[in-house]
């Protein structure tokens, strides 16, 4: 029999361990915003989830394999709200709508919950050579939705400006620096502030035929 078709307790492994993993990855996120991922210790995040070391090594090998297993939830749960977003966009609409709508579904899946953001916009930066690759490869990710995905839904016969990836590159920028200052404001404004500065920016990265 094999692993998906065994029991425990009346639950299939698979389902035990994928919860077990979703434990590790939010009990991770919210400490290593709470704290400071560099103070957190493998330690803390076992007790965060209330699970032990045996389970943790059972899902990964090392502290800094969760964090980035949970910058990866992060960011594939933006992806996906992004997608909804233009799944949603009236073709009719016009550049600044579309462009609010998916900037908009970003910025709202990311905000939703500081903890997150703070984990995707401050706490993986400078964290090892390994963290910095693989946010390079995500912001190459987030360059093809943008030239792929993106433009063309919002404007017809657009391209964005520069080499492949700059255009991204350079709105990702943006949003990490803006992010990280809402982040540490005090009151922090609503979600939407963010939206409204970074839209037109995002208008002037995209050429329009």
Request: net charge neutral.
């Amino acid at each position: 029999m094999t692993i998906v078709g065994r029991q425990y307790g009346g639950r299939a492994v698979v389902e035990r361990k994928a919860e077990r993993r979703l434990r590790f990855l939010e009990a991770a996120t919210r400490i290593f915003a709470e704290r400071g991922y560099a103070a957190c210790s493998l330690a803390d995040v076992c007790a965060a989830a209330g699970l032990s070391k045996r389970q943790f090594y059972e899902e990964f090998q090392t502290r800094e394999d969760v964090l980035v297993a949970a910058y990866d939830r992060i960011q594939d749960e933006a992806a996906a709200a992004v997608f909804a977003a233009l799944t949603t966009l009236d073709p009719r609409a016009d550049l600044h709508t579309g462009m609010n709508a998916v900037v908009g579904a970003f910025l709202g899946s990311m905000g939703a919950d500081p903890y997150r953001a703070k984990v995707a916009f401050i706490e993986v930066v400078g964290v090892s050579e390994r963290m910095e690759r693989h946010r390079r490869e995500r912001r190459h990710l987030w360059g093809t939705v943008l030239e792929s995905r993106v433009v063309p839904a919002i404007v017809h016969g657009g391209r964005a400006r520069g080499e492949s990836g700059w255009a991204a590159s350079a709105l990702i920028g943006a949003i990490n620096g803006l992010s990280q200052e809402w982040l540490l404001a005090e009151p922090r404004p609503p979600v939407s502030a963010l939206v409204d500065l970074l839209v037109p920016l995002a208008l002037s990265l995209i050429e329009t035929p």
